[in-house]
């Protein structure tokens, strides 16, 4: 079981928004603006999307936007293209003691 | 350019040791802490722990401790991670990835593939 928990799978059609939530626990999303969000298609190595939270790195569509409402961090897609479909997972710094946790992965399917 | 190359698939049997690397490229090595990642076949990511090049500090996962080792040398900006003793359940991907001060993973080695049989 991870420690951050994300829904199994979103679904959406081209053009589209959706979101992708991770809620953790006050102890790591709620108690730091360290989440991160990383993109994975099959084969390849995951890529990071977001960062801080909601800052985005160079080179990553402004399609991509995170936020954060308490224990609870959130990767919005907008404009749904078909290069998106794949897994997308969040990670958060978690204290000096477990310093980082994932959650279990979402698969994003394009319609 | 950063780039994170990482050694080639090891196909190992229980019980054996197997050290396996990351060599930065592209930019001060001593400078960012290197993470390493694990992804079991078919699932998510799992972080193992990390370690600064600089002065060889690690960090791990409370599950990782004691079961695998982090270490760098800095005179060929190489991160390792290794076993002493391998288990089928050590079967997996694993990627190594700089991290910035954000606790985030910005550029990430193509995985290394290891495969152990009982």
């Known amino acids: 079981q991870s420690a951050l928990t994300q829904p199994a799978s979103v679904s959406g059609s081209p053009g589209q928004s959706i979101t992708i939530s991770c809620t953790g626990t006050s102890s790591d999303v709620g108690s730091y603006n360290l989440v991160s969000w990383y993109q994975q298609h099959p084969g390849k190595a995951p890529k990071l999307m977001i960062y801080e939270g909601s800052k985005r790195p160079p080179g990553v569509s402004n399609r991509f936007s995170g936020s954060k409402s308490g224990n609870t961090a959130s990767l919005t897609i907008s404009g749904l293209q078909a290069e998106d479909e794949a897994d997308y997972y969040c990670c958060s710094y978690a204290g000096s003691s477990t310093h980082v946790v994932f959650g279990g992965g979402t698969k994003l399917t394009v319609l | 350019e950063v780039q994170l190359v990482q050694s080639g698939a090891e196909v190992k049997k229980s019980g054996e040791s197997l050290k396996i690397s990351c060599k930065g490229s592209g930019y001060s090595f001593t400078s960012y802490w290197i993470g390493w990642v694990r992804q079991m076949p078919g699932k998510g990511l799992e972080w193992m722990g990390i370690i600064y090049p600089g002065d060889s500090e690690t960090r791990y996962s409370p599950s990782c401790q004691g079961q695998v080792t982090i270490s760098a040398d800095k005179s060929i900006s190489t991160a390792y991670l290794q076993w002493s003793s391998l288990k089928a359940s050590d079967t997996a991907m694993y990627y190594c990835?700089?991290?910035?001060?954000?606790?985030?993973?910005?550029?990430w080695g193509q995985g290394t593939l290891v495969t152990v049989s009982s």
């Open positions: 990835a700089r991290m910035t001060g954000g606790w985030a993973f910005d550029y």
